[in-house]
Nanobody
């Protein structure tokens, strides 16, 4: 079964940057290419929320609070989805996950992002 592995999180000061990666393994390339991929995040005590989405045609959409700071992209050859996060704020602190739109795959372990003030 396909597996999602997120990485790239860490501890950063406010204003800093991180680049998250999400590798989709055991997924054929055509399936990866045709899917809409998204990054989500879940802060302690809060529900998981959709942060950014990229289509097969590379159209993107973002949560209002991250517009202009985050950039989602995809690499078909590597079957990897990225999230470049700049100008990070303490409120961006959360565990970040990726998944495709429909049908969703089993969730990965996520990657922790902690932004200190």
């Amino acid at each position: 079964q396909a597996q999602l592995v997120e990485s790239g999180g860490g501890l950063v000061q406010a204003g800093g940057s991180l680049r998250l990666s999400c590798k989709a393994s055991r997924l054929i390339t055509s399936t990866f290419n045709s899917a809409i991929w998204s990054w989500y995040r879940q802060a302690p005590g809060k529900q998981r929320e959709l942060v950014a989405t990229v289509t097969g045609g590379r159209d993107t959409n973002y949560l209002d609070s991250v517009k202009g700071r985050f950039t989602i992209s995809r690499d078909s050859a590597r079957k990897t989805v990225y999230l470049q996060m700049n100008s990070l704020k303490p409120e961006d602190t959360a565990v970040y996950y990726c998944n495709r739109d429909t049908p969703q795959l089993p969730w990965g372990q996520g990657t922790q992002v902690t932004v200190s003030s």
